[in-house]
């Protein structure tokens, strides 16, 4: 069974910064896609970065977020600098097995194990 926990979320100042993590555990596959997706109150979850054969940022965080992984550990990391009160969001993690390329995947509907999420507030 595939788990997918995420960590690190709180409430910051604009500009200040944050880090999440997220751990995947119970994969058969060593090949696999991670990525961030965050949802507002009364929107869509959106992608925010993913990682696999290409990495994708959302244009609202480049420049801002930086997305790593440590493959030893089956983590990965957001690195959130100089926030806004509009990344406020529940920030969740997801996986995926495969290998994807396109910018494109890094969409909710290619996502296939989800973590429960963690709450980023940005106060002004």
């Known amino acids: 069974q595939v788990q997918v926990v995420e960590s690190g979320g709180g409430l910051v100042q604009a500009g200040g910064s944050l880090r999440l993590s997220c751990t995947a555990s119970?994969?058969?596959?060593?090949?696999?896609?991670m990525g961030w997706f965050r949802q507002a109150p009364g929107k869509e979850r959106e992608g925010v970065s993913c990682?696999?054969?290409?990495?994708y940022y959302a244009d609202s965080v480049k420049g801002r977020f930086t997305i790593s992984r440590d493959n030893a550990k089956n983590t990965l990391y957001l690195q959130m600098n100089s926030l806004k009160p509009e990344d406020t969001a529940m920030y969740y993690c997801?996986?995926?097995?495969?290998?994807?390329?396109?910018?494109?995947?890094?969409?909710?509907?290619?996502?296939?194990?989800w973590g429960q999420g963690t709450q980023v507030t940005v106060s002004s």
């Open positions: 997801a996986v995926v097995p495969g290998t994807y390329y396109s910018g494109h995947y890094c969409s909710r509907s290619i996502f296939q194990y």
């Open positions: 119970g994969l058969t596959v060593d090949n696999y896609a």
């Open positions: 990682l696999s054969g290409s990495t």
